[in-house]
């Protein structure tokens, strides 16, 4: 299996250097950059430093965009601003040398569930132009989504990944929280012709209505997760967890063992 390791967060912008050595210590090869609050590196001299540090590692970067993305919103200037942070992610995941661009798509709202979709579509499909228009290199992934009432079940990211050629985020605690279940053989049978897959993990609490909070991961779900992964696919898998690195670093030792 190609799997690359990692956790979500990089710590300080200005100790990456040392982060960085650190993590390829202990055998982490990705790390997603949490702009879940806010893009917090702003300038290309600062970007580039990360991604030199990263390179120097060999660990590959993506980001996660801002919390507050809604392109589904009845208010237009929601929408325009929930575009405006998925472009400044692309710019500056652009000068990171970021492999993608994860993001949540939206919510249902008081729209029905296809012209919810529609409306999505067409929105990534207006950001598929904007990102070849401005030569940005990061890919969009939208992400599987953990409550009912948010856009994102498996079948309608991969519907999105065929409509408009974007990439997506397969969360597996957000499918456990949706639909009661991890789905693995209908994620791999859905995802089958995709060659590599961006995926998120963690415990997760959930309800009825579905996800509530991440959680530690515990070791039995770790090994379910890597058990079931697909052997023929180039996989980044990142960790969520309130500890992500913690987590990657239990994940990492219970491959070895058991896996790999």
Not at 71 to 95: F, Q
Request: proline share 3%; glycine share 6%.
């Amino acid at each position: 299996m190609n799997i690359k390791f990692g956790p979500a967060g990089i710590g300080k912008v200005k100790e990456v250097e040392k982060t960085f050595l650190e993590y390829k210590k202990l055998g982490i090869s990705a790390a997603e950059i949490p702009f879940t609050y806010g893009v917090f590196i702003k300038d290309k001299i600062t970007a580039e430093k990360v991604r030199i540090a990263a390179e120097k590692n060999n660990i590959e970067l993506s980001i996660h965009a801002p919390y507050w993305i809604n392109l589904n919103s009845a208010e237009p200037e929601k929408v325009e601003g929930s575009i405006k942070r998925i472009i400044k992610c692309l710019e500056v995941g652009t000068w990171l040398g970021a492999k993608r661009v994860v993001f949540h798509a939206g919510f249902f709202g008081k729209f029905y569930k296809d012209k919810t979709y529609e409306k999505i579509k067409k929105e990534i499909k207006n950001l598929q132009k904007i990102r070849k228009e401005k030569n940005y290199t990061p890919k969009l992934a939208p992400e599987t989504m953990g409550k009912i009432n948010v856009f994102g079940s498996v079948e309608e990211i991969a519907q999105l990944v065929s409509d408009t050629q974007c990439s997506f985020c397969i969360d597996f605690a957000h499918i456990l929280a949706r639909d009661k279940d991890y789905s693995f053989e209908k994620v791999k049978k859905i995802f089958d012709k995709e060659k590599v897959w961006h995926v998120h993990f963690s415990g997760i609490v959930y309800s009825e209505k579905g996800e509530r909070k991440h959680t530690t991961t515990q070791e039995t779900e770790i090994k379910k997760i890597l058990k079931n992964l697909p052997k023929n696919k180039r996989i980044i898998l990142i960790n969520e967890a309130p500890d992500p690195l913690a987590d990657s670093v239990k994940t990492i030792k219970v491959y070895r063992r058991e896996i790999s």
